[in-house]
Each structure stands twice: as structure tokens, then as C-alpha cells.
């Protein structure tokens, strides 16, 4: 395979809310690069890019695709990305690997959440941004409005580049704004086009466009600002020239209109992607860091390879996939590398590119490129390969916290091991995926982005590793503590021939500040009880403490006092006190008004104005509290303190509430005591009295 200098690359990923058209989109690029005969289609599941057994059976995408061609004399190296957010992490990688975002805008909508949050992304990368509107040949699509909708969001800098000239059904006609053209595409989704100037109002639209372009490309640079005040305008040379600084800049955001199912407009899009769109060239010095945590520099023209890798996954017969981009230097066929993530060198067994699933050999990774490494032994999502001589660590992806909990049971005993590697396959595969054996409910836990990612989830580890699952609501984690003082004696006397066993204990217990914990005293005096008995008598009070006295729930927050007790010279010794510790705690605790405190998350939900009084009537009915709120543009972020045990699924109705339009995170905050009437209520279900 040919190898491509920097700067005749575009490392691009295509990203947007779902049903956008982005794998659409991609399928008519390679068709119009003459890498496909014909386009797939999402219901047949035949695209490219929609290859896992998960995405045709769902008709949507799940995974981040590696898609390639060549235009000319380019190579684009296309990342299509799921549109559910779900599956984030796909899209995170993606981005943190590309040189600009290409948003996909559903013609029909307009923006959505998923648009705003890949936006906002891109931002944080710092990678330019495209738009594509895309599904022109829907009825009741309305281009200029969708148009306003993308300025107010995202900026008077966002400017179309190909207007629709019969938007609908039916839809064949484009104005394209750099050539002032006309351009009449065939029906038969060929991609074929008939050119001719624009005439009439098409020609003063173009004009007016025109303008507002050269005033946008004049503001990137001082020399063309000062020609455009004198001249009142710029030459063709001029404007050309301008146009890819003032797309790294965004003070120009390029808009296209398609219809990716009729191959409308792509050519032109693609063909504006390789005079303009950013190559690596543009992000030529990146930030690392060394081993030792300072601030490095790695350059384009470094000699020495720097790689990050973006995305992990195992294919059936082929082994495990690393998705890599290279910042320097250039890698081949077994060098080796050093994980400078793990500490550990890597040979490099084979280096792919890839067309979807399909796999095309290459003899060299070099600077600037996207390509895979197959087989490496201990490398992750996340990961920096580099060479040994220079040791350093790129950024990594930092992923949003999960949002929805399940609790796993294996429906099969004897699959436990086989469910272990395969929680840790897919952990590593994708990070936003976690599992946790929660020691205090002795429950297994996995957490995703929504319930379409459990499920998912659920399928991959019975495809992949034959594992049936179940997954049901998580036990909330309460917590057992006391509203008084209270203290008790405890005498354990056992005699049933030979060495007997007794001790005494006299305990007080107090409550403790929140989130204290036990704190164990001993304030004995004199000769009643040997001191050595002091580590027997605080382990019988962490066993009752662990098991729960009043609902099988760990105890916390509270302070005790061993202060006396009795002892025999022959029959005392360590479990006699492990006994009658445990028994004295238990009967102080009961004495002491026992209660049981409930875990609060901190939750922040991001909701459009029209929800607002749904979800905030939703909250109030999961005894929720709102802290506060802001703006964010047509957006509200509601921050709010509620209940864990009143939070499952919330994503899922979350959701429902607001048309799809709703994303909320958590974390928790703190303990607190469960009300009263709720109280009894939990206590009948964990003990089952």
C-alpha cells in the first residue's frame, strides 16, 4: 500500500447524533471514490462499516469503524462513530485521534443533544469542525431554517458551502458557493453531475455568500483584512488561500448539504475535505509528558515513533485489534516498542489498515497516518506505544462516569471464570464499561452509559465468551448507625467439660460524626480485664458491625468504649472475647435507637427548556433536592441531590421524559438518614420480617 506524506492525509471522524446518516455518508464517500460497486443499506446490513453481528441485528452502530479511499491524491482515513450515546467512548476515541470533526445534522431535526455533546467535544480536542446536512430528499425538510438553528448554537462563523436547490422529495439540485455553480446530480445514486453557472436568484444568493466568506477568510490574517478594506474584496488566490486557515481557526464553519441514500453532494463535500479540510500537518507539535510526570513536545518530524492507541477490540480468528495513531516517526513489522502505559515493551507483529472488517496489509506506519497493530500482548485503549529511546505518554481520552447499574448473576455455575475474562476483555476493549464486586451488597455490578449499552454488553459476553447472564436492580448499599448513647454488659460463660470459656464485656457506644467510620477505645483501668483481650474484644465489634444488627447492613458513624468488664485466670481467653464483644455491641446498638442511613448521588441533568418542568416534577417525586441551575444555550443543567434507591433506570426514563433529548451524570456524595416511613419499609425487604 502506497504511503502518504502528512500532509496529504485527513484524518477525519464523523460524528453526530444518531440517525443522523454517518454510516450512510461514509458508504456513498467509498462509493464515490470507487472503493464500493454499490452501496450498502443499514436494514440489508451490508454497509462497510455496520459489520458486527450486534449492529446488523439492531440496525445501528456500536462500534467506531476504521474506513479508508483515496480523492484526489489524498488519503482519508474516515472514523464512523455511533450516534447513540451509549456508546461515547467510540466517538471520544475518535475524536481524540482526528484532525477535525465531521458533524452529521439530520436534515429533519436539525441539532439534537447528541450534536451538541460531540460539539462540545470536538472543542475540548481542539479540532476544527464541519457540518453536513444530511437527508435533504426528506419531505418537509426545511435547509435554511436548520441553518439558523446551527448559527444560534454554534456561531455566526457557521456558512453553507452547497445550498439545496429543491430540497424534498425528489431532491437532485445543488448551488455550490466556491465555484457559483449550479450542479444537477442523476437520480439513480450513481453520484454523476451536470455543471452550469448560476443564474437568477441562485446567482445573488451565491454573491451574498460569497461575501460573507471573504469577510470570514480576510479575519485570519492582517494582510488579507488590510486588501479587503481596500479593495472590498479579495481575489480567487486570495480566498483560496484563506479558506483552510480560517476552518482551523472555526472563524469559518463550513456547512454541506447531501442526501448520502441518493449520493447528493458528497463528491463536492469530499472534494472540499482534500483542498481544505486539516491534515496532520495542522497538529504538528502535540503535548506528552515523560515518565517523571513533565511537560514534552512531540513533533511531527520527530525520528522516533510516539503512537496512541484508540480503540482495543478481539475479532473472531483474528485476535485482538489496537487502533493506533501515529504523532511521529514511523513504525514496521517487528520493531519493537515500549508501553510506556504499562511498562513494557511491545513487538509489533503486523500492521493493517482497515475497510470496515476487511483487512489490507501495510508495510509502514508512518507520521500522521491511522492503521492497526494486531496481536500485541498487554496494550489497551488508552495506551502509548513509543520508542524505548524516548519514553513519554500522550494524553488520554478521559471518559464520562457511568450512568446506569445492574446487578449480575450467571445463570450457568461454572462460568464464573469465563465471565471474568470476559468482564476484563470488554472493560479493556471499552473503558466507559465498568464491573465491580461490591463487597458490602456481595453483589457483582456492571455500569454503562444506558441500557442499550447493558444489553449489548449482555450479548457480547454470550456471543463472544458463552455466558448467559441475568441482570436485575442492584442492592442500594445502606448503612446501619445510632441516634443515642447507649452501653451494655455481656458475660460469655461456656462449660461443657474441660477448659471453658468466659468473659465479660462492658461497652459504651456514641454516635460518631458522618462518614467516621468505627472508632474503637479502650479506657480500662485497673486489673479486671488483661489488655491482650483488647484486640479479641474489637474484632467480635467489627464482626457485628459487618454482619448488620438491624437490617443485614454494615454499621458505621458511631464511637466504642470498652471501659470494664470481668475475666478468669484459666478459662478467658480470645474467643471467649471475640463472643462477648460481639454481643455487647449488638445489645448496645439495639438500645441506642438504631437507624439506617441511605447513600445520596450528586446528579446534574442536562435537559431542553421545554422539559424542565417534567423532569424537575420527576425529581420531586424521587425525593430529590435541586441545588441549582444554569443555562446552557436552549439547554438547562439542573444539579440535584436524590436517593440512590430512588435512581434506578433513571437514564431510561430520563429519556422518555424528554423525547431522547436528555443526558444526566452521577456520582455519589454522602450518607444520610433514611426518613422513617421509608425506613420500615427497606427493613422488611433486606430481612424479609
Known amino acids: 500500500m502506497k504511503t502518504f506524506t502528512p500532509d496529504l492525509i485527513r484524518n477525519f471522524a464523523v460524528v453526530g447524533h444518531q440517525a443522523s446518516g454517518k454510516t450512510l455518508l461514509t458508504e456513498a464517500m467509498l462509493m464515490s471514490a470507487g472503493v464500493l460497486k454499490r452501496m450498502g443499506s443499514i436494514e440489508a446490513g451490508s454497509t462497510a462499516s455496520d459489520y458486527h453481528a450486534s449492529e446488523k441485528e439492531r440496525q445501528i452502530s456500536i462500534h467506531a469503524s476504521l474506513l479508508h479511499c483515496n480523492w484526489m491524491g489524498r488519503k482519508f482515513n474516515v472514523i464512523d ?18 484532525d477535525f470533526a465531521l458533524v452529521v445534522v439530520n436534515a429533519s431535526n436539525g441539532p439534537e443533544l447528541g450534536t451538541d455533546q460531540v460539539w462540545d467535544y470536538a472543542g475540548q480536542y481542539g479540532i476544527p469542525k464541519m457540518i453536513v446536512v444530511n437527508g435533504l430528499d426528506r419531505e418537509h425538510v426545511d435547509f435554511d431554517a436548520v441553518v439558523e438553528d446551527l448559527r444560534s448554537r454554534y456561531g455566526s462563523q457557521v456558512l453553507p458551502m452547497t445550498v439545496p436547490i429543491n430540497p424534498g422529495p425528489g431532491f437532485n439540485q445543488l448551488l455550490d458557493v466556491m465555484r457559483s455553480e449550479e450542479i444537477d446530480y442523476a437520480p439513480d445514486a450513481s453520484g454523476k453531475f451536470s455543471e452550469k453557472p448560476a443564474q437568477g436568484q441562485w446567482k445573488e444568493r451565491v454573491q451574498t455568500l460569497h461575501r460573507e466568506l471573504i469577510e470570514y477568510v480576510a479575519e485570519t490574517d492582517d494582510g488579507l483584512l488590510e486588501t479587503f478594506f481596500e479593495q472590498g474584496s479579495l481575489s480567487e488566490d486570495q480566498l483560496r488561500a484563506g479558506v483552510h486557515a480560517a476552518i482551523q481557526s472555526q472563524t469559518f464553519i463550513p456547512v454541506f448539504a447531501t442526501s448520502a441514500t441518493q449520493n447528493i453532494g458528497v463528491a463536492r463535500l469530499m472534494d472540499f475535505i482534500a483542498k481544505y479540510g486539516s491534515s496532520p500537518v495542522d497538529r504538528k507539535v502535540v503535548q506528552a509528558e515523560d515518565l517523571e510526570g513533565q511537560a514534552v513536545e512531540v513533533a511531527l518530524k520527530d525520528p522516533d515513533p ?94 464520562p462516569k457511568p450512568n446506569i447499574h445492574g446487578a449480575l448473576r450467571v445463570l450457568i455455575q461454572g462460568d464464573e471464570d469465563k465471565l471474568a475474562e470476559g468482564l476484563a476483555t470488554l472493560h479493556e476493549e471499552d473503558p466507559t464499561f465498568l464491573f465491580v464486586n461490591n463487597s458490602e451488597t456481595g453483589q457483582m455490578v456492571i455500569s454503562g452509559q444506558g441500557e442499550l449499552h447493558l444489553e449489548v454488553i449482555r450479548g457480547r459476553l454470550k456471543r463472544r465468551f458463552n455466558v448467559d447472564i441475568e441482570l436485575t436492580e442492584p442492592r ?59 484486640p479479641s474484644v474489637e474484632k467480635g465489634v467489627l464482626a457485628a458491625a459487618n454482619e448488620g444488627i438491624l437490617a443485614s447492613c454494615r454499621v458505621t458513624d458511631l464511637k466504642i468504649d470498652f471501659y470494664d468488664g470481668k475475666m478468669h485466670p484459666v478459662d478467658s481467653k480470645d474467643i471467649a472475647f471475640q463472643i462477648a464483644g460481639k454481643e455487647a455491641f449488638r445489645q448496645a446498638f439495639k438500645d441506642a435507637r438504631p437507624c439506617l442511613l441511605e447513600p445520596i448521588l450528586d446528579v446534574e441533568i442536562k435537559v431542553p427548556d421545554a422539559y424542565m418542568g417534567d423532569v424537575m416534577g420527576d425529581i420531586s417525586s424521587r425525593r430529590g433536592r435541586i441545588q441549582g441551575m444554569d443555562s446552557d444555550g436552549r439547554f438547562q443543567v439542573i444539579r440535584a441531590q436524590i436517593p440512590q434507591m430512588e435512581m434506578y433506570r433513571y437514564s431510561t426514563r430520563l429519556r422518555s421524559l424528554t423525547g431522547g433529548r436528555g443526558l444526566h451524570s452521577e456520582q455519589f456524595s454522602h450518607y444520610e438518614e433514611l426518613p422513617k416511613e421509608a425506613e420500615m419499609r427497606v427493613i422488611q425487604s433486606l430481612t424479609g420480617v
Open 81 to 98: 462513530t455511533p450516534g447513540y450515546l451509549d456508546f461515547i467512548s467510540e466517538g471520544l476515541g475518535a475524536l481524540r485521534v482526528g
Open 306 to 399: 510516539t503512537c496512541y492507541i484508540f480503540k482495543t477490540i478481539s475479532e473472531p480468528h483474528v485476535g485482538e485489534l489496537s487502533f493506533c495513531r501515529m504523532y511521529s516517526g514511523a513504525v514496521q513489522s517487528g520493531i519493537e516498542c515500549f508501553n510506556s502505559s504499562r511498562g513494557r515493551a511491545e513487538k509489533i507483529a503486523a500492521l493493517y489498515t482497515l475497510q470496515g472488517h476487511q483487512r489490507e496489509p501495510m508495510a509502514t506506519l508512518a507520521a500522521g497516518d491511522i492503521g492497526v497493530m494486531v496481536k500485541l500482548k498487554d496494550t489497551h485503549t488508552g495506551d502509548t506505544l513509543c520508542s524505548p529511546k524516548r519514553k513519554l505518554r500522550l494524553p488520554a481520552v478521559r471518559y
Open 476 to 534: 442500594v448499599p445502606f448503612r446501619e448507625t445510632i441516634s443515642t448513647r447507649a452501653e451494655a454488659r455481656y458475660r460469655h460463660k461456656k462449660q461443657s467439660g474441660g477448659a471453658g470459656q468466659f468473659a465479660e464485656v462492658w461497652m459504651r457506644i456514641e454516635p460518631g460524626p458522618r462518614d467516621s467510620g468505627l472508632i474503637f477505645t479502650e479506657s480500662l483501668v485497673g486489673q479486671n480485664v488483661d489488655r491482650v483481650f483488647v
